[in-house]
Structure formats: structure tokens, C-alpha cells
């Protein structure tokens, strides 16, 4: 995994902690015992139960490795309170041409969520929206064309 910065809110990081150590202290363990007991069931190299339970153990040990880099290279996006321009961190109420709504919050790609209103700084609405005030539209082009938004609030 590359140096990359892996941008975190609070809350994410404590979600990436947690699973972290969800995955060292539970799942690890659980997968060993799988793996023991594939082992003590007899002939391993023709066992379906001992195959899936290393390909457990791959992904297990992968995404904590995974886990690990991300927050070693993490920076926390501070709590700075409402801002006048959208920044990493901030929550913006946007409307489209249509008068549909919405509201997202701009977080690092570990985060992002669109169902819950995280979205990546990185993609192209979050790129757009960074460094606007409310009342300025923005273009977002997508695969369908390009889409106009006018910022509403920011918090």
C-alpha cells in the first residue's frame, strides 16, 4: 500500500480501530480454531473445510495488514466548526436543478458511505464541491452529463 494519506474523522478512525481490533482479537482467533480443527478431521489436502478456512485466514490477515497501513498513514480531519467555504470534514446541503435536495458529508475515500452521505473528496462531486460558498452552483460532470448544483448550506 502506497504512503498515500488516508484523510479520517474521528468517527472513522475509531470504526478502523475497532475493526482492527475486532479482527486481531476475535476473528483470528475463530479462523485458528477453524483451521485446527479442519486439521484434526483428517486428510487436509482433499478437505473443503481446511481450504475455506486459509482462505479466511488470507483475507483475516490481509485486511488487517490493510487496517494497519491506513491508520499509520492517517490524518484526522479535525472538528472545526461551520466554515464558509466546503472543506475536508465539512457537511453541505446541496440542490439540484430539478429542486431535489441532498446532503453530504466530504470525508477520505476509507470512508466514504453514500448511503449515509459520505462521499470522497476524491470523486467528482466531492472535488467539485471543495473550496465553494453557499449560494454558488458548481457542474459535476458524469457518465449521464453534466449535472448543476447550488450549494444551500454548509456545516
Known sequence: ?????????PEGRNRL??????????????????????KEGG???????????KNEQAFVEGRIATLKAMLKNSVLIEESGPSEVVILGSWVKIVEEDGHEEAYRIVGWAEVD?????????????????????????TVQTPDGARHFKVLEIR
Open 1 to 9: 500500500m502506497s504512503q498515500k494519506p488516508v484523510y479520517l474523522t
Open 17 to 38: 480501530k475497532e475493526e482492527l481490533e475486532y479482527l486481531r482479537t476475535v476473528r483470528r482467533p475463530q479462523v485458528a480454531a477453524y483451521i485446527q480443527l479442519a
Open 43 to 53: 486428510d487436509i489436502m482433499e478437505s473443503a473445510g481446511y481450504d475455506d478456512a
Open 114 to 138: 453514500p448511503t449515509n452521505g459520505l462521499i470522497s473528496n476524491e470523486s467528482p462531486l466531492g472535488q467539485t464541491l471543495l473550496g465553494h460558498r453557499v449560494g454558488e452552483e458548481v
